[in-house]
Nanobody, 124 residues
Framework: QVQLVESGGGSVQVGSSLTLSCAAS????????MAWFRQAPGKEREGVAS???????AYADSIKGRFTISQDNFENTLYLQMNSLKPEDTAMYYC??????????????????WGQGTQVTVSS
């Protein structure tokens, strides 16, 4: 049974840093395309960052240069290092998994498994 468990969220001040973790189990992690999404109240879920089975990364323009996605294939854990946080980064953050190799980032409905989310709140 696939499980994705996020942690590391919290309430921080503008300019602070947070590192989110997503512990994965129940599947062969290294064969999956992994991503972080976020959803703010009243807004659609948006892709933040992703990493494929070859460790190729992709980022949303809104967070480029501030966030870094990484993964540990031995610990089956996905990370999101978030620096210089802004109030507009406030959202529930989710990790997601899509099986196999992808030549382009999967669409949101192509991810087969999701975590329960971890809240990030940035105040000024």
């Amino acid at each position: 049974q696939v499980q994705l468990v996020e942690s590391g969220g919290g309430s921080v001040q503008v300019g602070s840093s947070l590192t989110l973790s997503c512990a994965a189990s129940g599947f062969t992690y290294k064969h999956y395309y992994m991503a972080w999404f976020r959803q703010a109240p009243g807004k659609e879920r948006e892709g933040v960052a992703s990493v494929d089975t070859q460790n190729t990364t992709a980022y949303a323009d809104s967070i480029k240069g501030r966030f870094t996605i990484s993964q540990d294939n031995f610990e089956n854990t996905l990370y999101l290092q978030m620096n210089s946080l802004k109030p507009e980064d406030t959202a529930m953050y989710y990790c997601a998994a899509a099986p196999g190799y992808w030549s382009r980032p999967p669409a949101v409905n192509e991810y087969t498994d999701w975590g329960q989310g971890t809240q990030v709140t940035v105040s000024s």
